[in-house]
């Protein structure tokens, strides 16, 4: 792919849909050199990083996970947030209120609780108008796109699209070399000797949530919490729906589109 860079004349706030193995990674990567203005902020990566970093945020989210229970959307829109501020997209917590404001929220349990509930709906309007950034891994379902746009109005949802068949047998191609993470395709990346790494010329494997059988359950889930989803998108007009049966045909598709909208 043309390596040429755009300027964004205007925020994007993106977020990429699409089925298991669809390619939403490799458009990420190639968003982010296209157009260097854009972040990545992955709510995978920050959870793993505050609990490496023994954050507050990360021993409460480690000890969710060690009791088996999945860490609540809340959490997770902690650790957007708190990623905001440390880029100083998002304005730190507010100051102590005034005597009399403390005074009258003190004097009643009820106040304090209901101003806690409304606080999310305030940094949407405070978000640095040039921050732009595409969010990955959240929200998943419509319940969690609601919880978001207190926090990031969100204007460009990409629904990425790609036959069953052709992600199917783009799975069965793929092998990796395991220690290393280098990933080849019999297809259009054989690697140079077959079953073996180029570099270290160990044996290379196919990944266990590569097999055709966990591919379909994963789509199965993906299709019951997407479609709500999506139509949350669509209600507030920022959905584009882009097919092909490659990356390298979608993403020219994806910057005319960014550039049609943001540059």
């Not at 949407?124 to 379902?141: E, H, N, Q, V």
Request: with cysteine.
């Amino acid at each position: 792919m043309s390596q040429t860079t755009r300027q964004l004349k205007k925020a994007a706030r993106i977020i990429l849909v699409g089925a298991p193995g669809v390619g939403k990674g490799t458009q990420s990567e190639r968003l982010l050199a296209r157009f260097p203005q854009l972040a990545s902020i992955s709510s995978g990566d920050l959870l793993r990083e505050n609990v490496r970093r023994k954050t507050p945020l990360g021993l409460e989210a480690e000890a969710t996970m060690q009791s088996g229970n999945l860490v609540p959307d809340s959490m997770i829109l902690s650790l957007i947030s708190s990623e905001l501020k440390s880029k100083g997209w998002l304005p730190p917590p507010s100051p102590s209120p005034s005597p009399s404001s403390s005074s009258s929220s003190s004097s009643s349990p009820s106040n304090e609780s209901a101003d806690s509930s409304s606080a999310p709906s305030t940094p949407s309007s405070t978000l640095c108008p040039t921050a732009s950034f595409i969010l990955d891994g959240f929200p998943r379902t419509a319940s969690q796109a609601n919880s978001l746009d207190a926090l990031v109005p969100v204007n460009f949802v990409v629904n990425l699209v790609t036959p069953p068949s052709v992600i199917l047998s783009r799975i069965a191609s793929r092998w990796v070399h395991e220690p290393s993470g280098r990933v080849y395709n019999t297809d259009f990346h054989a690697p140079k000797v077959a079953g073996r790494d180029d570099v270290t010329g160990e044996p290379l494997t196919q990944r266990e949530d590569d097999s055709i059988d966990t591919w379909k359950q994963r789509l199965r889930k993906f299709e019951e919490t997407s479609r709500a989803l999506l139509e949350h998108y669509e209600r507030r007009g920022c959905l584009w729906r882009v097919e092909g049966n490659s990356s390298d045909e979608i993403s020219p598709k994806l910057f005319a589109e960014i550039e049609r909208r943001f540059c």
